[in-house]
């Protein structure tokens, strides 16, 4: 039974057998004279065929050439005066014999007393052979031409070539019903396995590959390899058809040239590339191999197992990115020549526009780039360091060569340019380990400074998160015109709690004031009080402050 897909092909076929038929029972059809050459049967193997000379044909093929014109006749006339009388030669029933007779200026070639060709002495010369020679040699070339022509224009001929026509389609018919069949299975067995490890992929990713991603590339591979085996097998059945007729057997000629002539350039141009590939791989191979190196040694040097005088770990992983970029950008100019195409004018065009666009659009991203190194190599600071970056303060989330990524105490995401961070002002509150953390106050004259500096002292040993050493301390920064301004300095054990804990020392401040009963205000007086804004020397060490033993 015929499978369904077969069917239109099937009757295509028959179709095409029966116009092979009609077309090998025309007589016009069997001997067109002008036709393309196909062989060349009569020249010389190590002469090649004069430019100016002209083919004598028989039933589309080539029998020879006429290299030498005759008075006002060019070669091209004569070869087609000639081709003329074969066609009608070869058109009755058997093969004449072909015979020579020699007069002074020609040597004629007969058949059935008519006169089909003369050799002449300057087709002698043209040829480097004595005239008679050439005469001979172009009356066995006839009569084995006239004799094949015959033999496969016989009605037995035919119906052998009909036979293979035949035999063709249905080989062809048959092993498309056995490919189908095969591909169905073949194809659902693949993608069976392919969902399973797709699923697999999908879950490991969680879900960020689609497996639909991976399986529309799968199937159209599939289908693309039964497209080129069905365009194969016809067009192996198409060829072979052709080619079983001696009326068609020139179209069979052309779609080989059609069809096989690209696939050959394009096969000599993967050899002739082979060669070069094998240099670029086994540049690749070294450069891969460095690469592995060179992170292997790298990454030893991040974690703190090879230690080198004066390199960080923390340069480890931006140093490798820059010896990678190195080591590719050599392996790519050492392979260059040798990729195929590359010395092709397009090839060029299309690295040059390239270069040009990489230039004008990316001057941004380089300096970024460059900075993010420097910034790196400069130490500033790491990831999980507290810093304050121009009006921005957070915990570093990522550094990379373009942008510097801060999480703020609202839990949001900052990026910075490091272009921007370059030229601005870095402050890290983890380069010490401890940051100082500090806030302000001013009281007026009237109150004791001890007293100030023992409440503020006082308030920070309340405040869970500050360190006792070093201890606090307090700092009269400035006499002001109406009051006294103090500052509180103290460490804290966690820079990335820095503003809860500054919060607490607040709230410890004021509790503190309060319950000694001095007042957190900055008195402004616009006229002189009746009694000076002192402090009675009794009153020097109000509580909580002590005076010294």
């Avoid at 069917?7 to 002008?34: C, D, E, K, N």
């Avoid at 616009?526 to 109000?542: F, L, S, T």
Wanted: proline share 7%; charged share 15%.
């Amino acid at each position: 039974m015929v499978p369904p897909f077969t069917r239109p092909v099937l009757r295509l076929l028959i179709l095409w057998a029966g116009l092979l038929t009609a077309l090998a029972a025309l007589p016009a059809f069997a001997a067109p004279a002008s036709s393309h050459p196909q062989k060349v049967q009569s020249a010389p193997p190590d002469l090649p065929p004069a430019a100016d000379s002209a083919p004598v044909l028989l039933g589309g093929e080539e029998v020879f050439r006429i290299a030498a014109p005759f008075k006002a006749y060019s070669p091209a006339v004569r070869a087609r005066q000639i081709s003329r009388r074969l066609a009608d030669l070869a058109t009755r029933g058997t093969a004449p014999e072909i015979r020579v007779e020699e007069s002074d200026i020609s040597s004629d070639l007969l058949a059935d007393d008519q006169v089909l060709l003369s050799v002449f002495d300057a087709d002698a010369a043209a040829e480097g052979i004595p005239r008679a020679d050439l005469a001979a040699r172009h009356a066995a070339t006839l009569g084995a031409a006239l004799a094949r022509y015959h033999d496969e224009h016989r009605h037995e001929a035919l119906l052998i070539g009909l036979g293979k026509s035949a035999g063709a389609v249905l080989a062809a018919l048959a092993l498309l019903t056995l490919f189908e069949r095969g591909y169905r299975r073949l194809r659902e067995a693949i993608l069976r396995k392919a969902d399973e490890t797709i699923a697999s992929v999908e879950r490991r990713s969680f879900s960020l590959v689609r497996g639909s991603y991976l399986r529309t590339p799968l199937l159209a591979l599939l289908h693309g390899i039964r497209l080129a085996v069905w365009a194969s097998l016809l067009y192996a059945a198409l060829h072979l058809s052709l080619a079983s007729f001696p009326q068609t057997r020139r179209f069979a000629t052309h779609l080989s040239e059609l069809v096989l002539t690209p696939l050959g350039t394009l096969g000599h141009g993967l050899l002739d590339a082979i060669p070069g590939l094998l240099v670029v791989v086994i540049i690749g191979v070294l450069a891969r191999w460095l690469i592995r190196s060179a992170s292997f040694i790298f990454e030893r040097i991040g974690d703190g197992r090879i230690v080198l005088d004066g390199f960080y770990p923390e340069w480890a992983a931006p140093t490798r990115r820059i010896v990678h970029l190195l080591l590719i950008a050599g392996a790519v100019m050492i392979a260059y020549p040798y990729i195929p195409g590359s010395d092709s004018a397009a090839f060029k065009g299309v690295s040059i526009f390239l270069g040009v666009l990489l230039s004008l659009g990316s001057s941004g991203v380089i300096s970024n780039i460059v900075t993010g190194f420097m910034i790196t190599y400069m130490r500033a600071f790491k990831v999980g360091d507290v810093v304050r970056i121009g009006e921005t303060t957070g915990i570093v989330v990522s550094s990379s060569l373009l942008v510097t990524r801060l999480r703020t105490i609202r839990n949001i995401e900052i990026t910075v340019p490091n272009s921007q961070i370059l030229n601005g002002q870095v402050t890290n509150f983890s380069v010490t380990g401890n940051p100082t953390v500090s806030t302000q106050v001013t009281i007026g004259y009237d109150t004791p400074w001890r007293q100030v500096h023992a409440l503020l002292l006082d308030a920070a040993a309340r405040t869970t998160g500050i360190v006792h050493q070093p201890p606090p301390f307090v700092l009269q920064t400035a006499l002001e015109d109406f009051y006294i301004r103090y500052e509180l300095m103290c460490v804290v054990d966690n820079p990335t709690r820095m503003p809860f804990i500054l919060s607490a020392l607040h709230q410890a401040i004021l509790d503190a004031f309060n319950e000694y009963g001095v007042q957190i205000m900055s008195p402004h007086f616009i006229d002189n009080p009746g009694n000076p804004a002192v402090v009675p020397r009794e009153q020097w060490h109000a509580a909580p402050a002590r005076p010294p033993a």
